[in-house]
């Protein structure tokens, strides 16, 4: 049986779907930033710093917890979904994607 090359352009299934995460939990993070009592409620609880943040952005695992901060709180994760026009339940959905 021959080896069927993969289209270079085709990226796994995978790949998009961490990507898609990724990008929710950036979203998420501009959305927290967004508002300074958002972002007051977010280092206040996560005891993280803006250093801390700018420094975390890259890491799935670091996003992951960006995301697991939002789904904590429904009132913030209800407002995300109506600024993004998303069902309530895809960061949840998504979240299992991440580290």
Request: a negative charge; proline letters at 8%.
């Amino acid at each position: 049986m021959p080896i069927r090359e993969r289209n270079p352009v085709d990226q796994p299934s995978n790949t998009r779907e961490r990507e898609r995460a990724e990008t929710m939990a950036l979203n998420m993070i501009a959305f927290l930033m967004a508002d300074e009592e958002r972002a007051d409620g977010f280092f206040g609880t996560t005891g993280l710093s803006p250093d801390d943040l700018r420094a975390g952005v890259g890491q799935p695992a670091f996003l992951g917890g960006v995301m697991d901060y939002l789904l904590e709180r429904e009132d913030l994760l209800v407002s995300f979904c109506e600024d993004n026009k998303i069902d309530p339940m895809q960061p949840m959905r998504i979240r299992q994607i991440l580290p």
